[in-house]
């Protein structure tokens, strides 16, 4: 905290992993003497530079780009790109931190790493995100590399913008290689990247409901955002016989109380993909519920919760009234949208509640399997790149239990998977010495 004194949502991830860590470090000296702790709190480096680009108009704006390599313990550096007005050096260094740990997880060889820029895609035409990409990639090439670092998307870089890039880094490399992951299928990408943070929520959440003997059919699920996370969730979910009730984006969110269709899920998807347009446009053509600058949470009546927007989106208010609105699961699409005294809230209700770390690593693993075939120079079936997806999903998970089951039989899903992580991570700098 004296450290890093403006940094509050970076200090947030630190101390929910400490915190979870803690018996585990004090029961063995040789992570004290190592001085593990204070080592993996500070990242490895960060690249911040200046990203200068032209509009439509012609003229000149300047925005700030960086990037956090956070711990290649176990593997190159990776992680996403983030492009939001928000974005800044606290966002990216928990992000990157909370990477290094979940990357941990998948049974992958990746480090962890995250960058981005407080330029924000929306309202931009094609060209000048293209200009924008190239601009970015032009400081940034000179770091990354398929076996240094890899990059992939993340809020506001979706396939466009990583194609952007990856051609840019092509270009600035002279080399062809899988530098970046989530590109297109035609130059690299892995079929069922664009699905798997979704897709693997709802694996991971199939593995929770087990444990209770409970199964995932005519459930209501409330769903927040509606970008590459919230839209895969929900078509898997959709396809389980569940019922997607809300989604949003960040101007307001939706409430259709009998769920989506499946028409309307397209409707959406197109909405935010080639339109670009807002969730309150659905609103206006299927007549439904639209609650103006206002999360789910407090709107819906649920069984599950999945939060696939943004960070500290729920917070203790939102948590109490889900669970006083019948949910008994949450399972995080995006990372750590649920603040400290929500996760206390669950926790004490003793529902099902599985952090971001867990439930949303099958986007991460679906990009280390994109690295193998980039590597082998070859391409796997959807249905075998799928298997592996649910596979490495329920390894998390039984991790997970492993780490985390408490005395009364609860999962403290939080704890099993800081724990789970760290080990391997502290292992890893241990056995490769003091670098
Ligand atoms: P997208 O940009 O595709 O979608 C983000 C969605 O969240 C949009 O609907 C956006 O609304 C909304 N949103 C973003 N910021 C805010 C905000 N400050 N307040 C309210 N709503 C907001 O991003 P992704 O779906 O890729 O990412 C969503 C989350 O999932 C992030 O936390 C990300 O870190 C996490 N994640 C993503 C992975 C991936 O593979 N893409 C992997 C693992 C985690 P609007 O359109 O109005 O901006």
């Known amino acids: 905290k004296r450290r890093f004194p403006n940094e509050p949502e970076y200090i947030q991830a630190v101390e929910e992993v400490l915190t979870s860590i803690e018996d585990v470090y004090n029961e063995n000296p040789e992570f004290e003497r190592y001085n593990l702790i204070e080592r993996l709190c500070i990242p490895d480096r960060i690249f911040a530079f200046r990203v200068s680009w032209v509009d439509d108009k012609g003229k000149v704006h300047n925005n700030m780009g960086y990037r956090v390599q956070h711990n290649n313990a176990i593997g190159p550096y990776k992680g996403g790109i983030r492009f939001h007005s928000s974005?800044?050096?606290s966002i990216l260094k928990f992000l990157a931190f909370e990477q290094t740990f979940k990357n941990s997880l998948t049974t992958l060889a990746m480090g962890g790493a995250k960058g981005g820029s407080d330029f924000s895609p929306r309202g931009k035409s094609d060209m000048e995100v293209m200009r924008f990409c190239q601009a970015f990639i032009q400081e940034l090439w000179r770091q990354i590399g398929p076996d240094t670092d890899v990059p992939a998307g993340d809020i506001g870089v979706g396939g466009r913008e990583v194609g952007y890039m990856f051609g840019e880094y092509k270009k600035m490399a002279r080399e062809f290689t899988g530098t970046f992951t989530g590109k297109g299928y035609e130059f690299g990408g892995s079929l069922i990247r664009p699905e798997a943070t979704g897709y693997?929520?709802?694996y991971f959440l199939l593995e929770m409901l087990k444990t209770r003997g409970l199964s995932i059919?005519?459930?209501r699920v409330a769903i927040s955002g509606s970008g590459n996370v919230a839209t895969y969730t929900a078509e898997k979910l959709l396809s389980l016989g569940a019922k997607v009730v809300s989604m949003s984006d960040s101007d307001g969110s939706i409430y259709v109380p009998d769920g989506l269709s499946q028409e309307q899920l397209d409707y959406i998807f197109k909405l935010k993909n080639?339109?670009?347009g807002r969730i309150r446009e659905f609103a206006e053509e299927y007549e439904c519920q639209y609650f103006e600058g206002e999360r789910p949470w407090q709107h819906v009546a649920c069984d599950i919760a999945m939060p696939s927007a943004t960070q500290n989106e729920i917070d203790g208010d939102d948590a109490r009234a889900l669970i006083a609105?019948?949910?008994i699961a949450v399972s995080e699409g995006a990372n750590m949208p649920s603040t400290?005294?929500?996760?206390r809230e669950f926790q004490k209700a003793r529902i099902l509640y599985a952090p971001g770390k867990a439930a949303n690593a099958g986007g991460v693993s679906v990009s280390g399997l994109e690295m193998a075939q980039n590597s082998q120079k070859l391409s796997w079936s959807a249905e075998e790149v799928d298997r592996k997806?649910?596979?490495?999903?329920t390894e998390i998970h039984k991790q997970c239990v492993k780490y985390?089951?408490?005395e009364d039989g609860y999962i403290n899903y939080v704890r099993g998977a800081n724990v789970a992580g760290f080990m391997k991570v502290a292992r890893a700098m241990m056995a490769q010495g003091v670098l």
């Open 87 to 89: 974005v800044n050096l």
């Open 200 to 202: 693997g929520n709802v």
């Open 274 to 276: 080639i339109y670009r």
């Open 217 to 219: 059919e005519g459930k």
């Open 404 to 406: 985390g089951t408490e």
């Open 340 to 343: 400290p005294d929500a996760i």
């Open 325 to 327: 609105n019948g949910c």
């Open 389 to 393: 997806l649910q596979d490495i999903m």
